[in-house]
């Protein structure tokens, strides 16, 4: 029987939270006097939470000291906490369990590769912490996405070669980690976005059991 690594991405992937990163970065850039539009925010997808204050900044045209820049991650980060205290399994993305339960069932490896220093947390609050195998999140890495390496520690960690790893993503950053890390890439979202995946789907909805056998087999 194969055992392939299926990596799940988190925001965007199995919960919901896209859109609180989302809301929590723009009230933050408009109360410094910088815009912030949707396509913006697909290039923070993915991205580091100092990362993505550093693009802010720089759309902006702005420079802080590093005790303001400390300062802002900060209250990003407490903004977001806001949004996500009462989140419980509701969030959970159509169909995300149901393709977990059926890798557990059929012996796979189901691991975490997440740039979120909320991982853990979230994934307790959605009852998803013990289906997990391996977690790899925003606290154990040191480069963010597109570099691989977050992608790379879930395979190690499993014991699995990156060509017999399936990486799930919703951000163009992350799909461009999983390519570069030569697993199989498979966008989670908008496919004129997340182009460069080997394969797309809007949700795992469209995702059968029948599809998920092929990627075991092959
Ligand atoms: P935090 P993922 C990423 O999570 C988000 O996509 C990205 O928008 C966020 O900035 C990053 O986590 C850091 O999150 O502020 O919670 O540490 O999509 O890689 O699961
Ligand atoms: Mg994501």
């Known amino acids: 029987m194969n055992k392939k690594c299926f990596i799940f991405d988190l925001d965007g992937v199995i919960v919901d939270t896209a859109k609180y990163h989302f809301l929590a970065w723009k009230n933050l850039a408009n109360n ?11 290039q923070l997808k993915g991205v580091s939470r ?3 204050l550093t693009k802010i900044l720089a759309w902006g045209g702005k420079t802080l000291s590093a005790t303001n820049f400390q300062d802002l991650m900060r209250k990003k980060n407490e903004a977001y906490l806001n949004y996500i205290a009462t989140m419980g399994r509701s969030e959970l993305l159509p ?3 149901r393709t977990i339960d059926f890798l557990i069932e059929t ?10 220093k909320n991982a853990r947390p979230i994934l307790e609050k959605t009852n998803l912490l013990e289906a997990f195998d391996a977690i790899v999140d925003g606290n154990d890495i040191t480069e963010a996405k597109p570099n691989p390496e977050v992608f790379l520690k879930a395979a190690k960690l ?13 951000s163009v950053a992350g799909i461009q980690a999983a390519n570069a890390a030569g697993m199989i890439s498979i966008g ?5 976005v997340l182009n460069e995946a080997v394969h797309n789907f809007t949700s795992f909805t469209e995702i059968s059991n029948s599809f998920l056998e092929e990627l075991i087999k092959n």
């Open 32 to 42: 410094i006097g910088i815009d912030f539009s949707q396509a913006q925010n697909e």
């Open 50 to 52: 100092e990362q993505s």
């Open 95 to 97: 169909d995300v369990e």
């Open 107 to 116: 012996n796979q490896y189901v691991t975490l590769g997440s740039a979120s």
């Open 158 to 170: 499993t014991n699995t070669q990156p060509n017999h790893c399936i990486v799930f993503e919703d």
């Open 188 to 192: 989670i979202g908008n496919e004129s």
